[in-house]
Nanobody
């Protein structure tokens, strides 16, 4: 199982970023996927998830600003992040649930600052 995040960076408050997660080594189309983040000095927070059939979940802190999606043909998951706030600054991790086990990528840094 391999999960590789990309798309992080530095953005001003109010800006947007799109994160991507390229998946390999398992049957992506039947796997539930998620995004989590860890801010400095804080624990891991699950921010969004998407099931194999496309049902989605959002944490209250990102609802209405973030959109999760998946492209099964490309084995890729996305997180569109709009109206970013300084408190969204964190390392963002892509997760996949494969045969009952949770796997995580190496993370991508998102920094929201003026």
């Amino acid at each position: 199982v391999q999960l590789v995040e990309s798309g992080g960076g530095l953005v001003q408050p109010g800006g947007s970023l799109r994160l991507s997660c390229a998946a390999s080594g398992f049957t992506f189309s039947i796997s539930a996927m998620s995004w989590a983040r860890q801010a400095p000095g804080k624990g891991l927070e699950r921010v969004s998830g998407i099931t194999a059939d496309g049902s989605t979940y959002y944490a209250d802190s990102v609802k209405g600003r973030f959109t999760i999606s998946r492209d099964n043909a490309k084995n890729t998951m996305y997180l569109q992040m709009n109206s970013l706030k300084p408190e969204d600054t964190a390392v963002y991790y892509c997760g996949g649930r494969v045969y009952g086990h949770d796997y995580w990528g190496q993370g991508t840094q998102v920094t929201v600052s003026s």
